[in-house]
């Protein structure tokens, strides 16, 4: 008898089969002497769409909400249900005893595999391979220490409740606004307390007004100082003339060293990477987006085997890990980490509770590099980046604490004190590894230090080098200066600041973070300029129309508390989806009573040809588009031709894709050559879709489940009628 080993993409599946010594390759799988090897393409299974409960359903009206079926049903997606065929013929194999789900090992994963079990009605034994990385020796490990499928169900009613709770919240609210305000309005439970948080913030600073303030500074040669009115004050000076007074005043006069201090402070290592800590890093060193960092990662996990595995909240390492840890560091001593890893293996490694704690991990430890030899020179330009992050964080855990001395000085002129402070380094320690970039302390601030310095506060003074220095010392002021400057309104975040704000929140996992943010980039709700978020027009508008409690962050955060609880065993399933449920209905009716109106920030001057209303200017993959205001007329045409990459055999330019009559067509306007094109719009997926699918998945791209994109994707269809 033969196991049935499911993964979760073809890229996985191929690793594990060769590891297992499944040489038989077979167009849906590979089979060997004791294991037959499949996979998914992200999510085959689904919750069906509400017009797979009623076709009545199919037509949007308000009067049919709220939508709560007592049962949710799962469906087969369309676009994958030849590998979920494939996947229930092999199920019904007489020399199949057993599955061994080997999806990824989160709750996400989990809902993969359970879900195609349900489908194809598994009833034998199943178990479950949990690992944390892609290397052999991780695959071979797992496969010896196997756990049993029914430890993990815990997980699977999490995952249940969390899929049904996004369905039924973010159906009802997104087809209530839309129906109601005729415009593809979407809403979800995460994605709507997100918008909220970036319209408060765009609130703040449309609202700020902008005050003038001066600082006064005396200098005494080799270094500055700042007035300040008392020692808590922080050097802010209000009034002009009292600025111009204070620096009259010490003009040319001298200063006696009333205070002096100095302090050993000593900063330790930074923590191990989690993903919304590393998400959070690229964004602000590499500039990379959240979502992008996901993917990279997601290539340095499976293709490469470099890293540990990316889904994961914790910043702590497992006991059981420390014996492997000298091994890490032995495989990434290469390039320009030789010298740093090197110092370390020739000793002994300090691993304290700041690193290794049992109680902080829950089910992944923190991203940290494998025992995998690396190439570098294999990787690309991003992928080292992200890489050079992961290897330099991880290698300055086992580098002692940074430390210097920091002196203060308190300076007395008459009835005037003047403020400095002084630093000087005694200890690299950790930061050694990071001489060549920007230290990890720049790396770590936090939202609130970042408004600080919009604001102009100056509280905090740089440290500077001071000479030595005397109780009662005089010394002479080479001149005083008045500085005006302005106050400033909170900054716009960037992705960085927004997934600290939601992680502080409870908004979303460190796996889904990214995601929600595209969703919000996706139906026009919010932009980005230079790595800001703010929201659009569409936006500001969304959030004044969706009820308060959906716009808050405390009812979602609470309810993946909930789902966390579910997922350990100590909550209950059935009673969060009837809270779920009687908060939908409740949303439902609130959108209905609703007195407000919607204007598209988007209309256009250009009328609608069917039915003579004004058209909207949307963004979409493929370029600008014009669409009518009706949702019901649903006439649409691209605002600008869009480009095939067929090119003109006389001019050699690309030519626009048209529709005509007889099919689409290629033209080139300057030459007015036309090509007709072959009708490729069949529903059926063929062999070269297919391969593409799989290409595609194999590179790590899952198949999303979200109901943000299934709701799109209705609406676009609705639009289309």
Known sequence: MKSLVLAEKPSVAKEIARVLGCGQKQKSYMEGPKYVVTWALGHLVTLAEPEEYDPKYKTWNLEDLPLLPSKMNLKVMKETSHQFKAVAQ?????????????????????LVARWIMELVHWR??????????????????????LKPGKDYNNLYA???????????????????????????????????????????????????????????TADFGTFSALWREEETHDGRVWNRADADAAAARIQNGSAKVDKLRTVEKSEPHPQAYDLTELQRDANKKLGFSAKQTSNVLQKLYEQHKLVTYPRTDSRYLSSDMVPTLKGRLESIAVGPYTQLARKLLRGQLSVTKRIVDDSKVTDHHAIIPTEQFVQLAALSNEERKLYDLIVRRFIALFYGPYRYDETSVVLAAGKDRFYAKGKIEKEKGWKEIYQSGTSASAQDEDEDDDNDAAQGKTDHQPAQLLPPLAVGQALPVKQSKVRELRTMPSARYTEATLLTRMEKHGLGTPATRADIIEKLLGTDTITRTQNKLMPTGKGKQLIELVVNELRSPDLTAKWEQELERIAKGKGDPAAFMRSVREQASKWVYEVIAETKEYKPHNLTHSRCPECEKPLLEINGKRGKSLVCSDRECGYRRASEPMLSNKRCPQCHK??????????????????????????????????????????????????SNSLADKLKAAMEKQSDK
């Not at 997104?174 to 913030?201: C, D, F, H, I």
Request: aromatic fraction near 6%.
């Open 90 to 110: 092999l199920c019904k194999r007489q020399d199949i005893s057993e599955l061994i789900i080997a999806t990824d090992a989160g709750r996400e994963g989990e």
């Open 124 to 145: 034998k034994p199943f178990k479950r391979l949990w690992i944390s990385s892609q290397t052999d020796k991780a695959i071979k490990d797992g496969f010896s220490s």
């Open 158 to 216: 999490s995952a249940v409740c969390r899929a049904e709770a996004d369905w039924l919240i973010g159906l009802n609210v997104t087809r209530a606004l839309t129906t109601k305000y005729n415009a593809q309005l979407a809403a979800g439970r995460v994605q709507t307390p997100t918008l909220s948080m970036l319209m408060e913030r765009e609130h703040e600073i449309q609202s700020f007004q902008s005050q003038p303030y001066w600082n006064v």
């Open 654 to 703: 690309k030519m626009e894709i048209h529709d005509g009559k007889a099919g689409k067509y290629a033209q080139c306007r300057p030459c007015n050559v036309i090509e007709m094109l072959g009708d490729k719009q069949s529903g059926r997926v063929n062999r070269k879709q297919n391969q593409k699918l799989i290409e595609q998945y194999s590179d790590n791209a899952i198949l």
